[in-house]
């Protein structure tokens, strides 16, 4: 079993919905959890930065950390075409070596 | 822009050769990591710098090697390269956790 699990998708969604971004991991002793957003070819960008459990909100983006069933989440509401993008969920367990999902591809169709 | 600069941006090389690739971290920033990140892959930690000693491998051969400087910027040293090498190699730096991410050096190993 994969430390991380993240469905590579691809996601297609119409403009103006809201993406549901998931995933599962096995380690107990991750603390940090976080979201990259990577465009092709393009380093990953940070957009959510969380500790523990609960809920982080920014602009159109949520992240939910549910330590307890080991699930992650981001939400993006009213989500446009420039969101399309691959997003990678990671994680640590504090000491900055930081485990990543495969990534999801998502496409916001205009 | 994260601040975090690699270069170069892309090379190729010839399996058997050596490479260098160079990071320069976020202004502040005195610990920094390397990953690689194949195609359709989310990123693999190779190992963390900390004030310019080793802090964390991963599960990558001695032939991966590197050396951060006083001024915090790094290097990665690939030697007698493989054709599996060809992946795009990201730097990261941090000071409390958050990682930001460079543009990465895309290497081809032919």
């Known amino acids: 079993q994969k430390e991380v699990e993240q469905d590579p998708g691809p996601l297609s969604v119409p403009e103006g919905a809201i993406v549901s971004l998931n995933c599962t991991y096995s380690?107990?002793?991750?603390?940090?959890f976080m979201w990259y957003r990577q465009y092709s070819r393009k380093g990953p960008e940070l957009l959510m930065y969380?500790?523990?459990?609960g809920n982080k909100e920014d602009g159109r983006f949520t992240a939910q950390v549910d330590k307890s069933s080991k699930y992650i989440s981001l939400f993006i509401r009213d989500s446009q075409p420039s969101d399309s993008a691959t997003y990678l969920c990671?994680?640590?367990?504090?000491?900055?070596?930081?485990?990543f999902g495969k990534g999801t591809r998502l496409h916001i169709l205009p | 822009e994260t601040g975090v600069t690699q270069s170069p941006t892309h090379l190729i090389k010839t399996r058997g050769q050596q490479v260098t690739l160079r990071c320069s971290s976020q202004?502040?920033?005195?610990?920094v990591s390397w990953y690689q990140q194949a195609l359709g892959q989310g990123p693999q930690f190779i190992f963390q710098?900390?004030?310019?000693?080793?802090?964390g491998r991963g599960n990558f051969p001695p032939r991966f090697s590197g050396l951060q400087f006083p001024n915090y910027s790094s290097e990665l040293n690939v030697n007698a390269l493989e054709l599996d090498d060809s992946a795009l190699y990201l730097c990261?730096?941090?000071?409390?956790?958050?990682?930001?991410f460079g543009q990465g050096t895309r290497l081809t190993v032919v």
């Open positions: 990261a730096s941090s000071l409390y956790g958050e990682a930001f």
């Open positions: 990671a994680m640590s367990g504090g000491d900055d070596k930081i485990i």
């Open positions: 969380t500790y523990s459990s």
């Open positions: 710098y900390y004030r310019e000693e080793e802090n």
């Open positions: 202004s502040g920033h005195n610990t």
């Open positions: 380690n107990s002793a991750f603390q940090y």
